[in-house]
């Protein structure tokens, strides 16, 4: 029986951090620590939307060292991050080019090119992935049309979290669970489509040949000397929550709330029918299986209009809100026009404007309007899911940051009808950990993670209330759901 140290590095579009994961064997005991804790923000650099890949790097490197200093000797470590974002390699393994976030206008119009030019139904065919304005599939083209001087020196493309191993073991890896977001993996083969790469204008031979999670990558030197094996965890970020998403019933679905809201559900088979398609539904992969979800635009819109309105106490605000009229304003969240506007005030008393509805003034009130909106939005999406593999589910997990928000999980149980079980907070960090937990042959698979989950997280329970104000609110809502408008 044994105890180890791990080390899980969570990077989210927010927030990274840096955590330390005991697990004592003999217990099943798993307790998380903190090491260290930075905000992730995007610059502008060459004119375009980045990542500032270097500090993230610096941020990791200075977690690591402290444990170090600690005299804490990690059994292994292992790194996720938000999908679909490359760094782009020489041959010399150096950084070409900047790290193009996912926001940058480079894509705009770049899908609809690639519906009328591959078509939609062959796109999904191919990989029955979601379309995504932002998918790396459109940035690859994206770069192959606009930035041709950062082409022509590369060598390799790898995944943000690929990169970050790299640069701390020197190995490259293409870890599958993240590959699959880039709407460049043949779901047949599970192996990068090479007519989706040719159309995207980007070579093969930049990829290598995706793994699935759980190879020893190669070895991290800390200062003292030691090797510290590097584990390609399940380096999605979503992919990672999902795993530490203690499910215990198939007829539960999850919610993944952070700076995006996943909602979806396992599954052993992938869901690519038309209409799995006209719902705009992905089958990304998953730890064990796919998982079958829809991205909705998420706890964005309230981080945007927070830094925009100066709002440092999200605590009070989320209590404010409370005292606002239920639905009064309601946006379409999954509205493209929320990717990255200019002010998302603005955007969102235009949109309400528009549609004639009371135009949110106060930040409770916008707040509000986020919160109906989307409670509005996850109800429609679970309908979606729920039509799409026949059978309806009796409870929804909520987890990661945006599951502290009580007032929202309540309005999320309200609008969908369902009892929310709110928990783990840290579902990535975790989902990071299990995968190194079994890497390491301390358990056997996933559903003995979750076992361990719940036994050292406890989950905080939700149940629907009758009189809520969603149901009359629903025909108001479709109304502005209209899919040309969105996302897809
Ligand atoms: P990501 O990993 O996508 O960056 P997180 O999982 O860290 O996102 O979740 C961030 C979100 O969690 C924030 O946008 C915020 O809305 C929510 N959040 C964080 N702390 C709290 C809190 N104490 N109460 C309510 N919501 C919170
Ligand atoms: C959530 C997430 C999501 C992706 C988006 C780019 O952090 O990884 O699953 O679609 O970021």
């Known amino acids: 029986m044994s105890k180890r140290n791990i080390v899980a590095i969570d990077l989210g579009a927010s927030s ?19 090491v260290k804790r930075f905000a992730n923000q995007r610059q502008r650099r060459a004119g375009y939307d980045c990542w500032d890949v270097d500090q993230l790097e610096q941020e990791i490197r200075a977690g690591l060292a402290q444990l170090d200093q600690e005299g804490i000797v990690p059994d292994s470590i292992g790194i996720d991050t938000w999908g679909v974002d490359m760094v782009l ?24 090119r690639a519906l009328r030019e591959v078509g939609k139904s062959a796109i999904y065919a191919r990989t029955g992935i979601q379309f995504l304005p932002f998918n790396t599939l459109y940035q690859m083209r994206a770069l192959h049309e606009s930035q041709p001087d950062w082409q022509a020196d590369v060598a390799h493309a790898l995944m943000i979290p690929d990169y970050l191993h790299y640069r701390l073991t020197g190995n490259m890896n293409w870890e599958y669970t993240n590959a699959t977001t880039t709407q460049m993996l043949n779901i047949e083969s599970g192996e ?41 965890v399940a380096t999605h970020d979503t992919a990672s929550a999902v795993l530490a998403t203690p499910l215990m019933q198939d007829d539960s679905a999850y919610l993944s709330s952070g700076t ?12 690519a029918s038309e209409a799995a398609m006209r719902a705009n539904i992905t089958n990304e992969g998953g730890a064990e299986g796919y998982r079958v979800l829809k991205n909705i635009m998420g706890l964005w819109l309230l981080q945007r209009i927070c830094s925009e309105l100066n709002i440092e106490d999200l605590c009070q605000l989320i209590a404010e809100t409370t005292h606002e009229p239920a639905c009064r304003s309601l946006i379409n969240p999954n509205h493209a026009r929320f990717i990255n506007p200019d002010s998302m005030v603005g955007e969102i008393q235009n949109a309400c404007a528009e ?13 509000r309007c986020i919160f109906d909106s989307l409670a509005l939005l996850y109800r429609e999406v679970m309908g979606e899911l729920a039509t799409l593999r026949g059978q309806n589910f009796s409870q929804l997990h909520v987890v990661g940051g945006g599951c502290q928000n009580h007032f929202l999980n309540q309005l999320c149980a309200d609008a969908c009808e369902i009892s929310v079980l709110a928990g783990p907070i840290e579902a990535s960090t975790l989902g990071n950990v ?3 937990l079994i890497a ?3 358990l056997t698979d996933v559903a003995d993670f979750r076992r361990c989950v719940a036994k050292n997280f406890p989950l905080k329970k939700f149940e629907p209330q009758t009189n809520s104000a969603f149901g009359a609110s629903q025909a108001r809502f479709t109304a502005l759901s209209q899919p040309a408008k969105e996302l897809a």
């Open 440 to 442: 390491l042959g301390e």
């Open 355 to 367: 549609q004639g509805m009371p135009v949110p003034q106060s930040a409770a009130a916008l707040a």
């Open 89 to 112: 390699l020489n041959a010399q393994g150096e950084r070409v080019g900047e790290a193009v976030s996912y926001r940058d206008a480079r894509t705009h119009g770049v899908m609809e």
């Open 260 to 271: 995006w809201s996943l909602m979806g559900f396992e599954s052993l088979q992938p869901y």
């Open 192 to 232: 990068w489509d090479a007519d989706l790469l040719a159309w995207a204008g980007v070579e093969a031979k930049w990829f290598g040949k995706p793994q699935a999670p759980g190879n020893t990558i190669g070895f991290w030197k800390s200062a003292t000397g030691q090797p510290i094996p590097v584990i390609a």
């Open 434 to 436: 299990g995968c190194q």
């Open 16 to 34: 990274g951090r840096v955590m330390l994961a005991h697990w004592d064997a003999a217990t099943r005991h798993l307790n998380l620590r903190e």
